[in-house]
């Protein structure tokens, strides 16, 4: 049964520490996306690829946040210096676009960042 | 700009009655609509999407949803809740011809009285 990995299921972290959050997106998906999950803000998109590359991360604020895929099995986001406002569970998801956008996206269990 | 609105915070239900929670879109082109299912303490899953054809679309554990053009909205229902049916439950859509990203809702909380 393919699934959306990530880890760490939890980090609690101190302010100003740099935070490494990791996806493995499902195998033969090409899109990946990450979001982030908050009561005040509900679900918001901070970034997506498609084969590997950036195609928006508009949603992400550039001082702080990074996201990369150095591979295909791979997806990081980073946040460095991390803030308490950062704590939230950050989502990864993957989908497999072939041009027609129809196909759902398929999401993993989540990071639960809690920045003290 | 795709966007939806979920107008209900939360959804209360007695089991075994019907249950809706209602969603509008707002696209420039045709949608793509989508629900999905968030249990607590885990990510969010697919229930049901509507691509073309038949306005009512069947989906996972007995939902479904009726698309609206004239109304824009597609709402999701199920005829006969459950307890395990209390979740979080989101709507989103996608333009046909835009990008990729899904527009999701704010979310709606279900809950089951028994």
Redesign the interface.
Known sequence: DAR?TQTPRHKVTEMGQEVTMRCQPILGHN?V?WYRQTMMQ??E?LA?F?NRAP??DSGMPKDRFSAEMPDATLATLKIQPSEPRDSAVY?C?S?L?LGT??D???????TRLTVL | AQSVAQPEDQVNVAEGNPLTVKCTYSVSGNP?L?W?VQYPN?????LL?Y?TGDNLVKGSYGFEAEFNKSQTSFHLKKPSALVSDSALY?CAV?????????A????NQVVVIP
């Open positions: 959306v899109t996306f509900g679900l998109l997506y498609r195609l928006d989502f998801a989908g676009v956008g129809r759902e996206q398929f999401f993993g269990p989540g | 793509y989508f999905y885990r990510g969010l899953q697919f999407k691509i989101f996608r333009e046909t011809y835009g990008n990729n990203r899904l999701f809702g704010k979310g």
